[in-house]
């Protein structure tokens, strides 16, 4: 009886002992100690000023942690420290959509993009941890699929949520954001934006296309299958319409401008398997024919 005493009186101590280290990790202090540890790059930087601001943003993002997860990448990406904050959206495929808060760091300084989406792979998100910062090393595996292709492509970069490539030409890197699955055909859709390291700007990052004040497009362009030509600073669309009736689009970057200069279109005709190439040069539209074999192939360069 004695020993079934003890052996109670022990598993009572134990577990409130386990239940206070349990509510311990949940409390307001370590909350918000996880807070201000995960957003230190950004804290220090100066980038909140405001105290009232300040304190806002704290409560908020400590508000959060029974719903979001915390990611640090443990090495650099393209130079920087990068930080995400998500939660899960919906699930595409073998992907999670997520809302993120991004905070990317150059040593002297952070930069904080809000409620942007993002994608994670299920088996990463899926392995992710509340109430911790979830250490991850950033690997960048590319798709086979497109190894043989002559141009770069933006589906390259396979399941990454994120990556750095110059979509402009002008020889800085662009923060490309990938969506999974809401493209055309069920593609990833892809989100370049341009980080502004200015201490005086009033905006320390912003989208960047400029395609939809040319032409507009059902889906979101940048997807999959979008290709970049650097040597003549073009990048080409592609737009998957059914077997045949294929178009790609040949958008050139001069002077900070985006212009329309070629498309390469497949039609039918009275049944017949036909491609033309229309070049523009201004208002000026010159259409002509590419020659297509039996076997339907032809060359469009």
Avoid at 39 to 49: F, V
Avoid at 136 to 141: N, S
């Amino acid at each position: 009886m004695k020993y079934l005493l003890f052996a109670l009186f022990t598993f009572i101590v134990v577990s409130c002992g386990s239940s206070q280290d349990a509510d311990n990790k949940y409390s307001k202090s370590a909350r918000l100690n996880l807070i201000k540890d995960f957003y230190t790059p950004y804290i220090n930087s100066n980038s909140i000023e405001d105290s009232i601001k300040y304190q806002n943003f704290i409560d908020q993002e400590v508000a959060a942690l029974d719903s979001c997860y915390l990611i640090h990448y443990t090495n650099t990406i393209n130079s920087y420290d990068m930080r995400m904050r998500v939660d899960s959206v919906w699930h595409v495929h073998n992907d999670i959509i997520c809302n993120a808060n991004i905070i990317i760091s150059n040593g002297d300084r952070a930069i904080a993009i809000s409620q942007v989406n993002i994608s994670l792979p299920d088996s990463i998100f899926n392995s992710l941890n509340k109430h911790h910062i979830n250490e991850i090393t950033y690997t960048t595996k590319k798709s086979p699929y497109y190894k043989n292709l002559k141009y770069p492509h933006l589906g390259e970069y396979g399941d990454l949520p994120f990556f750095f490539f110059d979509t402009n030409f002008d020889g800085e890197n662009e923060l490309i954001l990938r969506v999974a699955g809401v493209g055309q055909r069920g593609r990833n859709c892809y989100y370049p934006l341009k980080l502004n390291w200015d201490n005086d700007s009033s905006r320390s990052w912003e989208f960047i296309s400029g395609i939809d004040e040319i032409e507009s497009y059902r889906f979101d362009p940048f997807d999959d299958m979008t290709q970049f030509d650097s040597a003549n600073k073009t990048f080409i669309l592609h737009l998957s319409v059914r077997y045949w009736e294929n178009e790609w689009h040949y958008y050139k970057v001069e002077n900070d401008e985006i212009k329309l200069v070629k498309k390469i279109v497949e039609y039918f005709d009275w049944g017949e398997y036909k491609v033309k190439r229309i070049e523009y040069n201004g208002d000026k539209q010159t259409v002509s024919n590419i020659p297509v074999d039996k076997d339907r192939y032809y060359s469009i360069d």
